[in-house]
């Protein structure tokens, strides 16, 4: 896996932050060919080096992919077990350390799980197997944040 991530440099002419532009922002092209913008969060006592909030933070994307690995696994999990899942969304809350590095110290999932004739057993096993066995994100931030869990079961 591979990723390259290049700042885009200040907006033409002027170095600060400016409606078209973000001093502090970058774009990530990935070993799959796909691009995702970041910009950092604007800082009003130094705008040079703040962002203009055009874009998620890395911090966001980090949590925001930890989000996508874990749901992709419960889906997985659930379609190879025969249910008959049709929806699936997770909610990510988290805290920081407040010095640096920032690091995550508390992360939340809320799975909401929606089908039909699943059993509340089935949904939890997958999200325990995603958090302790599949989930590479989940699993590598769990060596600094205490990492809940909890879930809804719709039916459909």
């Keep these: ?15 600060t932050t400016t409606t078209s532009g973000s ?3 970058f774009l990530a092209t990935t070993g799959s060919g796909h691009t995702l913008v970041m910009d950092g969060a604007p800082d009003a006592t130094k705008p040079e080096n703040g962002g203009a909030n ?12 930890t989000g996508g690995c874990t749901a992709y696994d419960v889906v997985l999990i659930l379609k190879r077990g025969r249910h008959d899942v049709r929806g699936c969304t997770v909610r990510l809350t988290s805290e920081r350390a407040g010095t640096d590095p920032k690091v995550f110290t508390k992360i939340h999932m809320h799975f909401v799980v929606t089908g039909r004739g699943i059993a509340a057993s089935a949904v939890e096993r997958a999200i325990a197997m995603s958090r302790d ?18 879930f809804e079961l719709v039916e459909s």
């Design 133 to 150: 066995k599949y989930c590479s994100a989940t699993i590598m931030l769990g060596k600094t944040a205490d990492i809940t869990t909890s």
């Design 1 to 15: 896996m591979e990723c390259t991530v290049s700042w885009t440099g200040p907006p033409a002419s002027t170095g």
């Design 23 to 25: 001093a502090m922002s």
């Design 54 to 65: 055009l874009a998620p933070r890395p911090m966001e994307t980090v949590l925001a992919g």
